[in-house]
Nanobody, 121 residues
């Protein structure tokens, strides 16, 4: 069994910050990419940020300069620091991890349960 557990969502005002965390646990051999998607009501799920094991990062244009993704490989944890939040950032945020459960497995994507982020005055 593999679980991804998220925390850190909530209600904030425009311009404020939040930090999301997501920890993978269970039978894990190795993790490649970890990242975050989000989905607002009526919209498709979109990739927000991602980071492979090597440390590079990628962001959707709408969050560049405001969001920072990082990870602690020893803890199988990925973070999303969100600054200068805007109402259009309101969505359910889902973390994911591309991981192997054994050495001869293939990489498969696992998802967190989602955490609500609401930006409103």
């Amino acid at each position: 069994q593999v679980q991804l557990v998220e925390s850190g969502g909530g209600l904030v005002q425009p311009g404020e910050s939040l930090r999301l965390s997501c920890t993978a646990s269970g039978s894990i051999f190795s993790i490649d990419v970890m990242g975050w998607y989000r989905q607002a009501p009526g919209n498709q799920r979109e990739l927000v940020a991602a980071t492979p094991t090597g440390g590079s990062t990628a962001y959707v244009d709408s969050v560049k300069g405001r969001f920072t993704i990082s990870r602690d490989n020893a803890k199988n944890t990925v973070y999303l620091q969100m600054n200068s939040l805007k109402p259009e950032d309101t969505a359910v945020y889902y973390c994911y991890a591309d991981l192997k459960r054994t050495g001869w497995d293939v990489f498969r994507r696992y998802w967190g349960q989602g955490t609500q982020v609401t930006v409103s005055s």
